[in-house]
């Protein structure tokens, strides 16, 4: 099947004063329709840097070295700013941050925000309306009530009214799931939605997430750090190191075969699955001055000469559709 | 109203706000207090520089006119050019802070760096300088203020843009699709409108000052204006004996000046509970 959105080669730097920052090299992640593929990596991988690129929204310096964004066969890197505003930001593509605290402007009503979208948008299948009268609004906000009861918020008449500091972070993180999902996107760009959340209302929000991925017949991108979330969420999954992909496949292939050795010591992170918490040793390079070849050699216990001169290219590996960029695979067939 | 109560609580901005509500219950009614403008106009030179009786309760000038009807007429001129001088220096600064503060870069340091030359500057000498350029006049007196006063918004703006700006909010909007100007204008400029209130509020004050300043030193209004700060530059050389002719346009600017400020401090202290007074 052609996937929706495939991302491929991608590489972006920043230059800084201390020289370029190599954010993301030769990353590659592919979503199929009505999927969930989870993105994982510790912090600084450039898992954020990822959703930023395929928005468009990167800091001006950003440069884009090589690589497709490609959106339904359009390459969204080669798309004008002011295509991108009206077709792909908000009505193709929905996106959900990471911190609902901050995410909505402090000083407008929920309502007011949410019916903004659709004034600029329009309603799922229209184009923007031309004139914004009370009939329309009528009709718009009877549609955000729709989508506030399908995120599970209670009583949703009276949240459009109200102003974002009246919520808990769980209902800002529905209302912001709702904008999201106001102009029915084809695709979601969740970044670590339920991090800042605690861990209760975090298994809601996913099993959410879960749900609303079949009934809109969205697909999602989804960003964590969390291996657990990921095998509960997603059915893909796309390991990231210091802005390499390093292995990719479905989530049940790769939590029972791990292969990378870096994916192994990040599951052996994670207080669930670890009898005794091993974690990795040494620290994620600074991307301005990464290390040569595999960038997780100086961190690996397989680690051989041929890992320091050479960039291992992900390769496919098992009838899993299982992928890993490892020198120990090197020619291995099973 | 939380916020109404602990404003009627701060007394000074209570009593500020009832000043500034006077003055312009004056200005308004200035044809009303003063029917016949001619006492304030014509001179009458057998009646002049008499103390304040009960005829003329603020005594009379060099020319016999009845202070007390230049003082009220010179309520709506005093108001007007604050208003204007204001208006216009908000119309200039707070989008000059908002795009250099949204925008960055190479334009957002040409910006700041234009307002700093401005800021370098004495405002009163550079008004000064402003207002003998153009022809004298209370037009050009409020133009010279107001292309003075606006680095003051611009720095505001900026700062505050910068701050709101990183906000994860304007990154949803981006990535919600929204322009540039949209997120400027509908987003931002809100988050950043009380401080641009209280410096207004606060500057409507100063710039009165300043401009009776201007009017003293005689590149202001022109007579016969009833201007506060001309009659005071006009009374001078009747000082100290006839103490009446400065004393009530110089109390005039005084308590419009602290109605000005003690309502901005208190909207301040509203908005911002960091910089609160102990008390």
Same mark, same amino acid.
């Given at each position: ?9 991608? @590489?972006?730097?920043?230059?800084? +004063? ?25 912090? #600084? ?6 959703i930023r690129?395929?928005l468009g ?17 359009r ?16 009505r193709?593509?929905?996106f ?6 901050? /995410?909505l ?6 309502g007011?925000?949410?019916?903004e979208?659709?004034? /600029?948008?329009?309603m799922?299948g ?6 914004? +009268?009370?009939?329309?609004e009528?009709?718009y ?12 918020v ?15 972070g769980?209902?800002?993180q ?7 999902l106001a ?9 670590? $939605? ?9 298994l ?9 991925? #079949? ?14 979330? &990921?095998?509960? =969420?997603?059915?893909?999954?796309s ?12 989530t049940?292939a ?18 669930? @699955? ?6 990795i ?7 301005l ?12 216990d397989?680690?051989?000469a ?12 098992g009838?899993?559709?299982? !992928? ?11 | 109203?939380?916020i109404?109560?602990? %404003?009627?609580?701060?007394?000074? /901005? ?10 312009i219950i004056?200005a ?8 016949d403008?001619?006492v304030?106009?014509d ?15 603020f005594?009379t ?8 009807a ?5 309520? !709506? ?8 001088v &204001? ?5 200039? *600064? ?9 925008k #960055?870069?190479?334009?957002g340091?040409?910006?700041m760096r234009?307002?700093?030359?401005f800021?370098a500057? $004495?405002?009163?000498?550079l008004?000064?300088?402003l207002?003998? =350029? ?8 409020m133009?010279?203020?107001a292309?003075?006063?606006?680095p003051?918004?611009a !720095?505001?703006v900026?700062?505050?843009?910068? !701050?709101?700006r990183t906000?994860?909010f &304007?990154?949803?909007?981006?990535? =919600?699709?929204?322009?540039?100007w949209?997120?400027?204008l509908?987003?931002?400029l809100?988050?950043v409108?009380? $401080?641009?209130?209280?410096r ?7 710039t009165?000052l ?5 009017? %003293?030193? *005689?590149?202001g209004?022109?007579?016969? +204006? $009833? ?14 004996e006839?103490?009446?002719?400065a ?7 005084l308590?419009t ?7 901005g ?5 509203? &908005?911002?509970?960091? =910089?609160?007074?102990?008390r």
């Amino acid at each position: 099947m052609e996937p929706v959105l495939s991302i491929r080669d991608l @590489r972006i730097s920043i230059p800084t +004063d201390e020289g370029s920052a190599q954010i993301l090299d030769h990353v590659s992640v592919k979503l199929e329709k009505g999927r969930i593929v989870g993105v994982v990596g510790e912090s #600084g991988c450039g898992k954020s840097t990822l959703i930023r690129a395929i928005l468009g929204i990167l800091p001006n310096q950003t440069q884009i070295e090589s690589g497709v964004i490609l959106f339904n066969g359009r390459d969204l890197l080669q798309l004008p700013k002011g295509v991108l505003n009206k077709e792909i930001r908000g009505r193709a593509i929905g996106f959900i941050p990471q911190d609902p605290y901050l /995410a909505l402007n402090p000083v407008f009503r929920v309502g007011t925000q949410l019916l903004e979208i659709l004034r /600029a948008h329009g309603m799922p299948g229209e184009a923007p309306p031309k004139k914004f +009268d009370r009939r329309t609004e009528a009709r718009y906000r009877a549609h955000l009530v729709g989508l506030l009861k399908a995120v599970q918020v209670p009583d949703p008449e009276t949240t459009l009214e109200r102003y974002p500091h009246q919520f808990s972070g769980g209902q800002r993180q529905r209302v912001l799931i709702a904008a999201a999902l106001a102009c029915r996107p084809e695709v979601i760009l969740a970044d670590e $939605p339920t991090t800042a959340l605690d861990v209760t209302t975090q298994l809601q929000i996913l099993k959410l997430l879960k749900d609303l991925v #079949g009934e809109f017949d969205v697909s999602m991108l989804f960003i964590t750090h969390d291996f657990g979330v &990921v095998a509960q =969420l997603c059915d893909e999954v796309s390991v990231m190191y210091a802005g390499q992909t390093v292995e990719s496949g479905p989530t049940r292939a790769i939590l029972d075969d791990t292969r990378h050795p870096y994916t192994q010591a990040l599951i052996g992170c994670h207080p669930d @699955r670890a009898v005794d918490i091993a974690g990795i040793p040494g620290q994620v390079p600074s991307p301005l001055a990464p290390p040569p070849g595999c960038r997780f050699h100086p961190r690996c216990d397989h680690a051989m000469a041929k890992c320091i001169s050479e960039r291992p290219a992900l390769q496919a590996l098992g009838a899993n559709r299982q !992928r890993v960029a490892c020198t120990l695979y090197d020619g291995a067939v099973d | 109203m939380l916020i109404l109560k602990k %404003f009627l609580r701060d007394i000074p /901005a209570v009593l500020g706000f009832v000043i500034i509500a006077l003055v312009i219950i004056i200005a308004l009614a200035s044809p009303l207090l003063v029917p016949d403008r001619s006492v304030a106009f014509d001179s009458n030179i057998l009646a002049r520089l008499q103390p304040p009786s009960a005829e003329h309760w603020f005594g009379t000038d060099n020319l016999g006119r009845d202070i007390l009807a230049r003082v009220i007429l010179g309520t !709506r001129g005093a108001l007007m050019i604050a208003l204007s001088v &204001v208006g216009l220096a908000i119309l200039i *600064g707070v989008p000059l802070g908002l795009v250099a503060g949204y925008k #960055g870069g190479l334009l957002g340091d040409l910006i700041m760096r234009l307002t700093d030359v401005f800021l370098a500057v $004495p405002q009163l000498i550079l008004a000064v300088a402003l207002a003998q =350029l153009l022809s004298r006049g209370i037009t050009s007196a409020m133009l010279a203020l107001a292309l003075t006063y606006w680095p003051f918004f611009a !720095r505001t703006v900026y700062g505050e843009t910068r !701050r709101v700006r990183t906000a994860l909010f &304007v990154e949803a909007l981006q990535g =919600l699709g929204a322009g540039d100007w949209r997120i400027m204008l509908a987003h931002v400029l809100p988050n950043v409108a009380s $401080p641009v209130i209280v410096r207004a509020t606060i500057g409507m004050g100063f710039t009165i000052l300043t401009a009776a300043v201007l009017g %003293f030193l *005689g590149v202001g209004a022109t007579p016969p +204006d $009833p201007d506060w700060g001309l009659a005071i530059a006009e009374s001078r050389e009747y000082l100290p004996e006839h103490w009446w002719f400065a004393a009530f346009p110089g109390l005039a600017i005084l308590i419009t000046v602290l109605g000005f400020n003690l309502f901005g401090d208190g909207l301040r202290d509203l &908005v911002d509970p960091k =910089l609160r007074r102990s008390r």
